[in-house]
T-cell receptor, first 114, second 114 residues
Framework: AQKITQTQPGMFVQEKEAVTLDCTYD???????LFWYKQPSSGEMIFLIY??????QNATEGRYSLNFQKARKSANLVISASQLGDSAMYFC???????????FGTGTRLKVLA | EAQVTQNPRYLITVTGKKLTVTCSQN?????MSWYRQDPGLGLRQIYY???????DKGDVPEGYKVSRKEKRNFPLILESPSPNQTSLYFC?????????????FGAGTRLSVL
């Protein structure tokens, strides 16, 4: 069965520094997609970045990059040059290629310090 | 403006009183889904729909019903709510197909069952 694990319930980072949020996954399907979402204190879910299992390069979107290590089944989110507005809950999610079911991790709450 | 609209945003009800949370999207998306978010558990998928009249169970469907009579609407029905259904509920929609299918989320419905 598919599974997403986020082992860091909470993290702190100094403003302007980089931070890595961990995500490991488990699936037997060779085709899958991995997503990261941000949930600020206001509650909405904001899509950040996507990585497909067959993508050769790590995904990047502005200050966000995904460190995809397929053999280790990890898809860590890297946020460069942290800003105070990055303080939020971050969720890793996966969808197996043959289904329309999504699995989310339990989330990591990031606090950026001034 | 492209959006997913959920109503109501907040709801307090009593055990056993049937309720419906509405969800509507204006992006002509085939895929729609319901999630519940609970502290420490992340988001869990309740039901999803791949198109009109096509629905399937997610990981936590017990106590919920859905219907998809029109492409834009995907209501969540609690026939006999219980206190363990107190949660934050999200509706989401996306295009259907392989590859990157970004889910767009509604603002959430906070439900309390007394």
């Amino acid at each position: 069965a598919q599974k997403i694990t986020q082992t860091q319930p909470g993290m702190f980072v100094q403003e302007k520094e980089a931070v890595t949020l961990d995500c490991t996954y488990d699936t037997s399907d060779p085709s899958y997609g991995l997503f990261w979402y941000k949930q600020p204190s206001s509650g909405e879910m904001i899509f950040l970045i996507y990585q497909g299992s067959y993508d050769q390069q790590n995904a990047t979107e502005g200050r966000y990059s995904l460190n995809f290590q397929k053999a280790r089944k990890s898809a860590n989110l890297v946020i460069s040059a942290s800003q105070l507005g990055d303080s939020a809950m971050y969720f890793c999610a996966m969808r197996e290629g043959g289904t329309y079911k999504y699995i989310f991790g339990t989330g990591t709450r990031l606090k950026v310090l001034a | 403006e492209a959006q997913v609209t959920q109503n109501p945003r907040y709801l307090i009800t009593v055990t056993g009183k049937k309720l419906t949370v509405t969800c509507s999207q204006n992006m002509n998306h085939e895929y729609m889904s319901w999630y519940r978010q609970d502290p420490g558990l992340g988001l869990r998928q309740i039901y999803y729909s791949m198109n009109v009249e096509v629905t399937d169970k997610g990981d936590v469907p017990e106590g919920y019903k859905v219907s998809r009579k029109e492409k834009r609407n995907f209501p969540l029905i609690l026939e006999s709510p219980s206190p363990n259904q107190t949660s934050l509920y999200f509706c989401a929609s996306s295009i259907r197909g392989q590859g990157i299918n970004i889910q767009y989320f509604g603002a959430g419905t906070r439900l309390s069952v007394l």
